[in-house]
């Protein structure tokens, strides 16, 4: 239910806001002091070449502190900043959620889309809007923070997403193999197309459009679906000598007819044959008026209940805080119907574009405060804050799909994002920068990786694709707890590597990205 996704955005959304808190009533305890001695007597911090750009030349000024902001003297009062962070997610959840996804939601409706092909397109597209736009913005000023959210995201969705959905699923859930091995062969792709791009340290416009021509691929398998599966599961099985079955998932045999028997005058159908399983679920009293009167909730729930003041204390206290971000998307957002449907989807992207700024710029504002001037604060905020941040309405609309026994729907969501964020998320702010480069003839009409680690990265992100696909597999293509527990564990290891490369930044591990203009040396 909406109710149950607005409550878990308001508790992730208000959780991200205390870790940043706590970071910053700690960290000034753990830093040391001295950051200004770089070799030589320079002003460095860490090695870095020139100052970061990001904040002074770029964003606005802010209007509670000044630049630098890790030596502002009130740089205590970054709380206000974080207490921004929060609304800025709770805004960002909520249009997604209730407005964004529901625009999507209708166009899948008249366009009769399957349910794992809706999740591997629109619904993660719908989830990956605010990734798109975190891209652009650091597209824009020049940081690292896009391409380290979208690499950090992705890893989140794999991981910790398809770990959320085993750990919240009802009952067990047997995975298709179709939908899993097509979206992880294409990210599988994508990655490869990201790492050989990203190898030299520089994005240049073919690379690019490569990448978005490789989302159209993508797109356009996804619309001859059943087709592309048909043809290769005849092609495996006549590899591996089998005979495909009469009850695959998308060539099922029609059951047999039976004619009517005619019962005190009445003609009465006999029920179909089906397979034993399907009998014995059909057979359940009351399994069926369960499921319709599920469906009825689901069809008959208001979009905008979340205006509605709720009942009991806790609800009332989230609602209450919940309301400067509730009143202005209720009053200046139309609704998601089919009467309104596109003006709710642009106004949706405006809502989007703005959260995404003002969640960047103060994230940005409080990596600074936090890691005194590093240039690491751009990658190490996009990996944990931006990535955690921005993944939340994956999160929240993969396991709520998930809680109803649609697995299939909530992995494809799942890794749908992610293709969606590594082939339109990064290209296209990445064209947009390049063609105004180009107009305006400067000197470098390419984008610039300033990070030496994010080919690294990309290729620690294709390691844990892989081993996502072999803990599914080992577990019988199930999805249970147990996997859960096992995305959880490999999500620590990622953190792990990548904090232990941004703060050890050894050198052997720096492939490309020594161009950049903040590269840490």
Known sequence: PRGFRLRTSFYASAGLAAAALLAVSTWRYLETPAIEEGEGGASTAQGIAPPRRLISEVYPSDPILKTPYYEDPNRWMVFLHCIGIFYMLLGLNTVCDVYFTGALEVIVERWNIKPDVAGATFMADGGSAPELFTSLIGATVESDVGFSTIVGSAVFNVLFV????????????????????????YYVFGLILLAVFASDGKIILAEAIVLFVAYILYCIIMYYNERVEHTVDTNIRKSLKQVRP?????????????????????????PEITPEGAMEEATVPGAADAAEDNADDDDDE??????????????????AISMPVYAALYLLTPPPTAKWYIFTF???????????????????????????????????????????????????????????????????????????????GLPIPWMLKIIIATVNSEANPFVLIGSPFLFFYVVLLLFMVIMTVGSIHMLGWRLTWKLGAMMAALYVLFLLCALGTEFGRPTWLQWGGTNGPAVCR
Request: aromatic content about 10%; glycine content about 8%.
């Open 246 to 270: 009469a009850d695959s998932s998308d060539d099922i045999v029609p059951p047999a007819k039976v004619e009517p028997v005619e019962i005190n005058g009445d003609p009465e159908v006999t």
């Open 346 to 424: 642009i106004t949706s992207l405006l809502w989007i574009a703005g959260f995404s700024f003002f969640l960047v710029w103060w994230v940005e504002i409080l990596g600074d405060i936090v890691f005194r001037g590093s240039c690491s604060a751009s990658v190490i905020m996009g990996f944990t804050i931006l990535a955690a941040g921005t993944s939340i309405p994956d999160a929240v609309s993969s396991v709520a799909v998930a809680m109803k026994g649609e697995g299939d729907m909530a992995v494809s969501s799942s890794i749908g994002s992610n293709i969606f964020d590594i082939l339109v």
């Open 302 to 319: 208001d979009p905008l209940d979340f205006i509605k003041r709720p009942e009991g204390t806790k609800d009332i206290i989230v609602w």
């Open 162 to 185: 398809i770990g959320l959905c085993g750990y919240f699923a009802k009952e067990e859930m047997v995975l298709t193999w179709w939908p899993l091995f097509r979206d992880c062969t």
